[in-house]
């Protein structure tokens, strides 16, 4: 289950973004109501052999061979499509699915913190970076400010960590935010689990975009069971620095290789997170270079969907093709068999996991319908945020200027 940052409910840390304010909110519905009963009809539509609204990533991302969210979720429960029935049957879980009272507390949790940030990456929302919702007010993308973070509401704070305490055979917990290790509730959170004797059974994941180090926060993070840490990276060029700005390459490398010596000394499990786009599918391989020689995995949870247009697929076919060029020619250099869904969680598995999740952007970018005709409002989108900023994007894909000159740069 999923707390978005404004402190809405949501059935699936992977659903649809447009699902993501129709659901209650923690200030009129306790945890517990909304995974007992709110979402009786989501089981009860799956039962039905229904795709819920809010099932459509995951759908695109299985088309393109893509470890799924959904098949994430399932492998946790020891459940397989291609072996359904079977798996399902012997399952550990089987017993509470088939059960006519389910009184289950919610095991994995993705919580968003809120949207405290100090990064304004250009692919990014208000909701999810202060920064950013500041500069978009100020140069009219937005009137609003969005919601305040439901975090900020001590009552609200500590009604959700009574939840999670009563939870005592949680798992797993995900923190995001904003960035996860500026934001004031994440030690709240860490300090009440570690209270309430969870540290010793439930691991933490976060995801943290490698500008900040609090040594509190690592102090807390150390007595826990497990820590999956998920480290935000775009591309090992310059061009990170664009998308991920104000961040700059040097500082995001040496936070990068002190998360690493902690992880080391600590044992935690290790990812690069990205968020592929149109700016920086050119260069991904240098992400996958990167992880392969460390033998971490890279995890870019979905294909992007928005904004719209600064989705992949937005760059033309004739551009795609030398990128399609250069991952396959990877791909054979470092081939690597086994099986098609992987537990991400394993170490030992990260080098298939980067081939199969690198494979599924060449069937992405071969087989994906061609979006250039929203070139235009991504030209004019860059341009009204580089006269806040002070950049150009030519000075980072110079190889480009072509392409956003004939779209109106």
Known sequence: MRINNAGHYEYCRWADKSQRTQTPHIRSVSPQEFFQ???????????????PAGCGECTVMEQHNKVSGRQKQLLKVGVRLEQFEKTLASSPWVDTFVADDFDQLPQDWQIDLGNYCNSACVFCDPHSSSRLATEWKQIGFIQDLPPANWTDDPTLVEKFVETLTQSSHIQYLHFIGGETVITPAFKIILRALIQ?????????????????????????????????????????????????????????????????????????????????????????????????????SVESCNFLTEPTFMRPSVLPPRYRSAIIDAMQTWLDQHAVLGDTVLNIRDPSVSQLQNHQDLQSYVNYLTNMPDESNRLPDLVEFLKRLELSRGNSILTYLPQYEELFRTAGY
Do not use: C
């Not at 989501?42 to 229904?50: D, K």
């Not at 807390?220 to 497990?226: N, W």
């Not at 080391?264 to 260069?283: D, E, K, N």
């Open 37 to 51: 009963q709110h979402m009786t009809p989501i089981r009860q539509q799956m039962l039905a052999g229904e795709q």
């Open 196 to 296: 309430a004797g969870l540290n010793r059974t439930a691991t933490i994941g976060f995801t943290t975009n490698l500008t900040v180090w609090d040594s509190q926060v690592i102090d807390l993070l150390t007595q826990f069971h497990g820590v999956n840490l998920g480290m935000s990276v775009e591309s090992f060029e310059i061009v990170n620095d664009y998308v991920r700005w104000p961040s700059k390459l040097p500082a995001v490398l040496e936070h990068l290789d002190r998360w690493q010596e902690l992880a080391g000394q600590q044992g935690w499990l290790l990812q690069l997170r990205t968020t592929p786009t149109l700016l920086t599918i050119g260069s991904l391989l240098t992400v996958y270079d990167y992880a392969w020689t460390r033998k971490i």
